[in-house]
């Protein structure tokens, strides 16, 4: 049969005719050279390698992770093998179809490869209410887990989005919806529901029920961060109830179903895969996956190597189990947790989030190390600091007494001491030292909290955010930090007021054998930023070490002190008995030690830092220590020392009887605060003391030796001062 012509149109005749003369213009020729310029370059960027997606059906294994501490001992195989079994879309519960399109993409069945709306709605939110919402459908995130790489670039985009509409064109929704069910990521070596359901919850997917379905379904976003078994389990149940209440919104469950599928106790199966410090390979897991994303830690073959020395974590390890199982039941102690660093280079040692990590009954998966919790006195060496900036030196006196501040939280805030006695005149020196809680306060309210919050953060605490939620309590541990913020924190003291953030990652490798980064600290201990003077930081540590300046509330031979070595050190507890700290350091080793109970619930009183926290940290620092040359701290050039009156603080003067003992000032502090003299006071008739403000009863007036501190509180010097019986606010 002949075939027929078809009939060319005038506009294609003349073109023809063109071609054929080969009469073109030269503007003509530059529009087709640039049309073939752009084609060409549409190919080679985009289509060249742009994966069928037929290929769907098909995958490659994923190479796994190796995580090593320091000495090249493997810590952990991540992802080794791919775990994923193929199943219908009929096998797979209704619930978790649901689920998941409620919370990944609710418009599925409605709109093509991409949602134009879901885009709009993504860009308004991020936009107007900084909100990060994703733009992208079922399909674009199937491609992209399955075809491409988690690279965040404009190209990666466009390839996404030619895959999603090729997709779209050659399988239905039901397919593409049982594809992404058996392909998406949902943490460890599950990829694929089914391979999912059984690494949580021992069985096949079919059985799960309408609560299992919403916690499995909310995990594809972000295995990592969502993760029942990772560092902040706490977050799964967050994100469950985010799908649960997108799933009564789109009428797929009723707020009764909604209701007891919140209720529901969801049993997880015990983890068996082979780990060595869990709580720090995770830790570094969420670090490497901020960095380089999800897929290139779980199929990309890195080689890691950490800062852990695994030696040291095993120290760490026992330490933090023996401690806690020796401590007397009525203490109600469950957990414990220690960090240990070079604070020279910020490598992380050792880190201990918790006394097991497989404990379930003490939530011990969740890594204290990282965890919010308060400090307790163990922020006041950063107040004091503080005040050493502001040029109030070691011998500063302040008013040990009973004291109110209006207005603290709508209600007069009335700090007492540990021990609940009042010292009446104390140095500096011997406030840290013992850890006393009334001048800590009042050194905070010369400072000035935001000046305190200032030095915090520059030091390396990251948690004091917001200035108006704080007041005087701050100085006695009462907002949250992170004893990772407080191990960089410490450390500017431990390297002369240099700040060196902490490196838990000395070097990766990809699969190719390049390296990706590597640490490599400098010999020299100086480096980083500098946050305080070396005067500063010295005077701090000095107090810190000076077993003399915590006889009154430590006494001579207590776990703070490690027989002939310089270890400067500082404890902390909470005021309701919650938190359990001890910090100290060396310049070659600080070591950070908590105990107290995940599930927030208070310690016996009888525990406190020296008790409960102390124990660990001198059995780790000890066992670092031994055999080492003792490691003094150096004195700065600026730093000097004179006599002062051990009462007072004052400079004595020429026949003064008063005793004296020796302090460092740095140059241009050498100055005395406060003021003595005899003055007319009013004396109340029973206490023989101080009238109290505002008394105006039973008083007289009378000549007395009145001292007059920093912050314009009197002492009288020469009247009787009786101590009532208080309830102790923690210091120690």
Sequence with gaps: MKRRSRKKTPKQKRLFEKIESRRFTKKEIIIIFLGLFFVLIFYFLILKDLPLPTKLGSFTNPQSTLIYDKNGK??????????????????????????????????FYQHGAVDLKGIARATISIALKQQVQGGSTLTQQLVKN??????????????????????????????????????????????????????????????LSLSESALLAGLPQSPTRYSPFGSHPELAKIRQ??????????????????????????????????????????????????????????EGGLKVTTSLDSDIQKLAEESVITEINDLPKYYKVSNGAALVTNPQTGEILAMVGSKDYFDVSIDGNVNVTTSLRQPGSSIKPINYATGLINKYPASTTLIDQSICYPNQGGRDYCPVNYDGKWHGMVQLRYALGNSLNIPAVKMLKLNGIEEMVATASAMGITTFTHLENYGLSLTLGGAEVKMTD??????????????????????????????????????????????????????????????????????????????????????????????????????????????????????????????????????????????????????????????VCSDTGFFPQAGSLCPTRFEYFIKGTEKAFGTIAVESVLIDKTTQDLAKKGQTDNTEPKDQTIFTDATGDKYCISCPHPTPSLTPTPAP
């Design 146 to 207: 399955s075809l491409l790489s988690q690279e965040r670039t404009v190209l990666r985009k466009i390839k996404e989005i030619l895959l999603a509409f090729a997709t779209e064109i050659i399988y239905p929704k039901t397919k593409i919806l049982e594809m992404y069910l058996n392909q998406s990521p949902y943490g460890g070596t599950a990829y694929g529901i089914e391979a999912a359901s059984e690494m949580y919850f021992g069985k096949r997917a079919k059985d």
């Design 486 to 643: 407080m191990a960089t924190a410490f450390g500017v003291f431990a390297n002369n007021g240099y700040r060196v953030d902490l490196a838990p990652i000395l070097k990766i490798v990809d699969k190719q054998g390049k390296v990706l980064e590597e640490y490599k600290p400098p010999k020299s201990p100086i480096f980083g930023k500098k946050i305080l003077p070396d005067g500063v930081a010295f005077i701090i540590s000095d107090i810190l070490a000076d077993n003399g300046a915590r006889l009154l509330e430590f006494g001579d031979n207590s776990q703070l002190k490690i027989p002939k070595q310089t270890v400067s050190v500082k404890t902390g507890t909470t005021n309701d008995f919650r938190d359990n700290w001890t910090i100290g350091y060396t310049p070659s080793y600080l070591v950070a030690a908590w105990v107290g109970n995940n599930n927030n619930s208070p310690m016996s009183g009888l525990v406190s830092g020296i008790t409960g926290a102390a124990p660990i940290w001198n059995d780790i620092m000890s066992k670092l220590l031994k055999g080492r040359p003792q490691q003094p701290v150096q004195r700065p050039s600026d730093v000097i020392q004179k006599q």
């Design 241 to 298: 109830l985010e799908v649960l209440k997108a799933m009564r919104e789109e009428k797929y469950i009723t707020k009764n179903q909604e209701q007891k599928a919140t209720k529901e106790v969801l049993k997880y199966k015990r983890i068996s895969n082979n780990i060595e410090a869990p709580h720090f390979v995770l830790y570094v897991k969420d670090l490497l996956i901020a960095k380089y994303g999800q897929k290139a830690v779980e």
């Design 74 to 107: 493997l810590l952990y195989n991540i992802y080794g093998s791919k775990n994923q079994v193929f199943i219908p879309l009929s096998s797979i519960p209704k619930y978790m179809q649901q689920a998941t399109i409620s919370i990944e993409d609710r418009s």
